[in-house]
């Protein structure tokens, strides 16, 4: 059986640094991208980048880029999503995914709330 | 780069057919055929319903159908069901490996 399951829910400071994480099981974690995206409370679903888990080559959305850091270790067939410094605005369920050849979402983690609150 | 647009909004009656339009650009909708539709109930991760703009996964029942025409997508309920109430949401790929949604539609079932 495909899963992905991430970590835990997250209470931070404002400038404090966070990993979450994915793990992928039930399949070659290789053989897949592994995607990223926000929703924000109450609101819609954004896409935020994509890895490769192969060799780790990463593509961010222009709304992310520079903001979060996408990384995986196929060793452990584990993808990352990393804050340096977080914000209030970074308050938001995350959500990793498994994308097909053609980019659909065929299986979601659980979800990661973060919550960034002085 | 601006969310694919959605209605905010559709309803209908048990048995009946709904339609959702997904409205984007020839860089993206129109451009490709890699439209896909995910259903999210309150409180879960989102699931996958179409893909390709006209595919099923394994599992989806039959009721739910997917079409583009130029630059809208559009997914089809038919003999809607109490379930089928929740958030719906269009992602199209953008090129350059750039994905995006729509803006997401709650379907109430009356």
């Known amino acids: 059986e495909v899963q992905l399951v991430q970590s835990g829910a997250e209470v931070k400071k404002p400038g404090e640094s966070l990993r979450i994480s994915c793990k992928g099981s039930?399949?070659?974690?290789?053989?897949?991208?592994i995607s990223w995206m926000r929703q924000m409370p109450g609101k819609g679903l954004e896409w935020m980048g994509r890895?490769?888990?192969?060799?780790?080559?990463?593509y961010y959305s222009p709304s992310f880029q520079g903001h979060v850091s996408i990384s995986a270790d196929k060793s452990i067939n584990t993808a990352y999503l990393q804050w340096s410094s977080l914000k209030a605005s970074d308050t938001a369920m995350y959500y990793c995914?498994?994308?097909?050849?053609?980019?659909?979402?065929?299986?979601w983690g659980q979800g990661t709330l973060v919550t960034v609150s002085s | 780069q601006s969310a694919l647009t959605q209605p905010r909004s559709v309803s209908g009656s048990p048995g009946q057919s709904v339609t959702i339009s997904c409205t984007g650009t020839?860089?993206?909708?129109?451009?490709?055929?890699?439209v896909s539709w995910y259903q999210q109930h309150p409180g879960k991760a989102p699931e996958l319903m179409i893909y390709?703009?006209?595919k099923r996964p394994s599992g989806v029942p039959d009721r739910f159908s997917g079409s583009k025409s130029g630059n809208t997508a559009s997914l089809t309920i038919s003999g809607l069901q109490a379930d089928d109430e929740a958030d719906y949401y269009c992602?199209?790929?953008?090129?350059?490996?750039?994905?995006?949604f729509g803006g997401g539609t709650k379907l109430t079932v009356l």
């Open positions: 890895i490769d888990p192969t060799d780790s080559y990463t």
């Open positions: 995914a498994r994308l097909r050849a053609t980019f659909p979402a065929d299986y």
């Open positions: 020839s860089s993206d909708v129109g451009g490709y055929n890699f």
């Open positions: 992602c199209s790929y953008a090129g350059s490996y750039n994905l995006i």
């Open positions: 390709d703009v006209t």
């Open positions: 039930g399949y070659s974690f290789t053989n897949y991208w």
